[in-house]
């Protein structure tokens, strides 16, 4: 099964090393309507951005969660968002769904 998901509009896919810049200019963006719900936008910084991508590629080889770049098939390169999934409880199959 492939890690990368289609829509007719839209491709989820996890991240790379490459992620960092576009992922990082989508947050300053957005970063007063995230601050306002997340408690790690206030302070956000590119070292911040690097952390996430490392942490996201761990998750994803060791089984923990499961993040998701969210972007438009005309534009690629272009960070629309995330979509994590993640455990709560592996031996009864729960988990939850975190975006922005």
Do not use: C
């Amino acid at each position: 099964m492939s890690t990368v998901l289609h829509t007719p509009r839209f491709t989820l896919q996890p991240f790379r090393r490459r992620d960092v810049g576009p992922v990082h200019d989508a947050v300053l963006k957005s970063l007063p309507e995230l601050a306002a719900f997340l408690p790690w936008a206030n302070g956000y910084s590119r070292s911040g951005t690097q952390q996430f991508v490392r942490d996201s590629v761990s998750a994803w080889h060791e089984g923990r969660a499961f993040d998701f770049a969210i972007r438009r098939d005309a534009d690629p390169d272009f960070h629309l968002g995330n979509v994590s999934i993640w455990f709560v409880s592996r031996a009864n199959s729960v988990g939850e769904v975190g975006y922005w």
